[in-house]
């Protein structure tokens, strides 16, 4: 019993301890939580001082920056406001003027209103009176106003075909001054930087010989070596009585050179038959035919012409042998090359194309076959077979005008082809060509009215046309010559130019008896 007494104090005591503990450390934890809780309310209270600082602090920025915004907006709006001001007070200026200016124009309108009907009433009694005036002239002069406006006319276009007249040989003549002499330089200077020789050629060759007993070893029996010779070489053989000579004649300069060639190798052997001649000729045609190409070679290495086809390089050298109205075709070729190079030069276009077309330009005149075209579209063709250029072939086509010219070196081909031609001594005429060409020019100026006489002189370079001084003027003889000039450079073929001197002179004799 006394034992649970003693169980049951110690758990009373033990109980009674515990509670008293809880009790002490609630105790405790209320004190420690109201500290806590007076420190935090203390830091809150200093914070919320401090945010509500930060925040008034942002507020005042905010509210400065917000009045300093304002203010530069109120700048704005009063500058804008004054803008508008000047802006309205200028557009009220304006309209002020226009409202002035439309007073104007309406007292201007009137006054032009007024003037019209004014004019309109002067121009309708200057009517009237222009048709009494009319009406009463043709009264007195008896013809009506068309015939008169038709007489007026025809004076009035005699007149202006006259000062057109007068005018035009101001421009020519002021044209003269320039471009002529301009003109003269280039050409002068070209011809003078050119010195060739005149070779005149025929178409026979004189073939000398020691002695006329060869002439017989020529004919040989019965006339057997001269036949055989003939045959092969194409060529007539003439064998008079010219003392030491033979004649060789043929259209053809390369078989006379063969026949030459081949003579001069049988005389010095001194075996002539039918068999020798046969061997000798063939052996001197391809010698001539080797030195054709050679030829045409050393002359476009001397002009410095490059890339030519080796079949125009022949024929080039086959004009060694061609003559064109005496004047040799390689030489007339060799000096319109160097003429047209000069004269391109001159005028600033490409001297080597000018060149290659001034030495191909009567490559028509020497082909293998004779077609029945002009020399000059044979040479184009020639030239377009074996790839020159097109310019190249336009200006051998065009230098006798048988297509038209499409390039600048086709005008410098063709002066430089007719100065080369028509030099003093160059080329030669036959007599009979020559008299005919004359005796045109003198018809062919005869045939317009009021022209007495004409006289070709200077060998045709210069046509006198004398003209009635009863039936022309003196502005009727600037036309009339300038349209013989015309006819002349359209209807005829001539060397070099044509001088046409129209004079006009009166006469009066009387006789002292």
Same mark, same amino acid.
């Given at each position: 019993?006394?034992?649970?007494?003693?169980?049951?104090?110690?758990?009373?005591?033990?109980?009674?301890?515990?509670?008293?503990?809880?009790?002490?450390?609630?105790?405790?934890?209320?004190?420690?939580?109201?500290? +806590? %809780?007076?420190?935090?309310?203390? @830091? $809150? /209270?200093?914070?919320? !001082?401090?945010?509500?600082? =930060?925040?008034? &602090?942002?507020?005042?920025?905010?509210?400065?920056?917000?009045?300093?915004?304002?203010?530069?907006?109120?700048?704005?709006?009063?500058?804008?406001?004054?803008?508008?001001?000047?802006?309205?007070?200028?557009?009220?200026?304006?309209?002020?003027?226009?409202?002035?200016?439309?007073?104007?124009?309406?007292?201007?309108?009137?006054?032009?209103?007024?003037?019209?009907?004014?004019?309109?009433?002067?121009?309708?009694?200057?009517?009237?009176?222009?048709?009494?005036?009319?009406?009463?002239?043709?009264?007195?002069?008896?013809?009506?106003?068309?015939?008169?406006?038709?007489? +007026? %006319?025809?004076?009035?276009?005699? @007149? $202006? /075909?006259?000062?057109? !007249?007068?005018?035009?040989? =101001?421009?020519? &003549?002021?044209?003269?001054?320039?471009?002529?002499?301009?003109?003269?330089?280039?050409?002068?200077?070209?011809?003078?930087?050119?010195?060739?020789?005149?070779?005149?050629?025929?178409?026979?060759?004189?073939?000398?010989?020691?002695?006329?007993?060869?002439?017989?070893?020529?004919?040989?029996?019965?006339?057997?070596?001269?036949?055989?010779?003939?045959?092969?070489?194409?060529?007539?053989?003439?064998?008079?009585?010219?003392?030491?000579?033979?004649?060789?004649?043929?259209?053809?300069?390369?078989?006379?050179?063969?026949?030459?060639?081949?003579?001069?190798?049988?005389?010095?052997?001194?075996?002539?038959?039918?068999?020798?001649?046969?061997?000798?000729?063939?052996?001197?045609?391809?010698?001539? &035919?080797?030195?054709?190409?050679?030829?045409?070679?050393?002359?476009?290495?001397?002009?410095?012409?490059?890339?030519?086809?080796?079949?125009?390089?022949?024929?080039?050298?086959?004009?060694?042998?061609?003559?064109?109205?005496?004047?040799?075709?390689?030489?007339?070729?060799?000096?319109?090359?160097?003429?047209?190079?000069?004269?391109?030069?001159?005028?600033?276009?490409?001297?080597?194309?000018?060149?290659?077309?001034?030495?191909?330009?009567?490559?028509?005149?020497?082909?293998?076959?004779?077609?029945?075209?002009?020399?000059?579209?044979?040479?184009?063709?020639?030239?377009?077979?074996?790839?020159?250029?097109?310019?190249?072939?336009?200006?051998?086509?065009?230098?006798?005008?048988?297509?038209?010219?499409?390039?600048?070196?086709?005008?410098?081909?063709?002066?430089?082809?007719?100065?080369?031609?028509?030099?003093?001594?160059?080329?030669?005429?036959?007599?009979?060509?020559?008299?005919?060409?004359?005796?045109?020019?003198?018809?062919?100026?005869?045939?317009?009215?009021?022209?007495?006489?004409?006289?070709?002189?200077?060998?045709?370079?210069?046509?006198?046309?004398?003209?009635?001084?009863?039936?022309?003027?003196?502005?009727?003889?600037?036309?009339?010559?300038?349209?013989?000039?015309?006819?002349?450079?359209?209807?005829?073929?001539?060397?070099?130019?044509?001088?046409?001197?129209?004079?006009?002179?009166?006469?009066?004799?009387?006789?002292?008896?």
């Amino acid at each position: 019993m006394e034992v649970i007494i003693t169980i049951g104090l110690v758990a009373a005591a033990f109980l009674l301890g515990g509670g008293l503990m809880w009790f002490l450390n609630e105790r405790v934890l209320k004190q420690k939580s109201g500290s +806590i %809780i007076a420190e935090a309310e203390r @830091e $809150a /209270e200093v914070l919320k !001082q401090k945010k509500l600082l =930060e925040v008034k &602090e942002k507020f005042l920025q905010l509210k400065g920056e917000l009045e300093q915004q304002v203010a530069q907006n109120n700048n704005k709006i009063k500058q804008s406001e004054a803008k508008l001001k000047s802006r309205e007070q200028s557009l009220n200026q304006r309209q002020d003027e226009l409202g002035r200016k439309g007073q104007e124009l309406d007292h201007l309108r009137e006054n032009l209103s007024q003037q019209l009907s004014l004019s309109e009433r002067k121009q309708a009694e200057l009517d009237e009176m222009l048709r009494k005036e009319v009406e009463r002239l043709e009264v007195i002069s008896g013809l009506s106003a068309d015939e008169a406006r038709e007489r +007026i %006319i025809e004076s009035l276009r005699s @007149e $202006a /075909e006259d000062q057109a !007249q007068s005018y035009i040989n =101001e421009i020519i &003549e002021e044209a003269k001054m320039t471009a002529n002499k301009e003109a003269k330089r280039i050409v002068i200077q070209s011809i003078q930087r050119v010195a060739t020789e005149t070779a005149i050629e025929n178409s026979v060759t004189v073939f000398h010989i020691e002695s006329d007993e060869i002439k017989g070893r020529i004919i040989g029996r019965e006339g057997r070596n001269i036949r055989a010779l003939e045959a092969v070489t194409g060529i007539e053989i003439i064998v008079d009585d010219t003392p030491e000579a033979i004649v060789l004649s043929s259209f053809d300069p390369v078989r006379r050179e063969v026949a030459r060639l081949a003579l001069h190798q049988l005389v010095q052997d001194g075996r002539i038959h039918p068999a020798r001649i046969e061997e000798v000729v063939n052996k001197v045609r391809k010698q001539v &035919e080797e030195e054709l190409i050679e030829t045409g070679k050393r002359t476009v290495i001397d002009l410095g012409i490059h890339g030519m086809h080796p079949e125009l390089i022949r024929l080039i050298g086959k004009m060694k042998y061609r003559s064109s109205y005496g004047q040799n075709l390689l030489q007339h070729s060799r000096e319109t090359a160097n003429l047209c190079a000069i004269m391109a030069s001159e005028l600033g276009l490409n001297p080597k194309r000018a060149k290659r077309a001034g030495l191909l330009h009567d490559i028509g005149k020497v082909p293998d076959d004779e077609p029945e075209l002009p020399h000059a579209l044979l040479g184009m063709k020639l030239c377009e077979k074996y790839k020159e250029k097109p310019d190249i072939c336009n200006a051998v086509g065009a230098h006798h005008d048988e297509i038209e010219m499409e390039t600048l070196i086709a005008p410098i081909v063709q002066a430089c082809d007719a100065i080369s031609g028509a030099r003093p001594g160059a080329r030669r005429e036959l007599v009979e060509a020559y008299i005919k060409r004359l005796n045109d020019l003198e018809q062919l100026a005869l045939s317009y009215p009021g022209v007495v006489k004409t006289y070709a002189i200077q060998a045709g370079r210069e046509l006198r046309v004398i003209v009635g001084a009863e039936n022309t003027d003196d502005l009727s003889i600037t036309k009339l010559s300038g349209e013989i000039a015309k006819r002349i450079q359209d209807e005829m073929t001539y060397p070099g130019q044509v001088k046409i001197t129209v004079i006009r002179e009166t006469r009066s004799v009387s006789y002292a008896k």
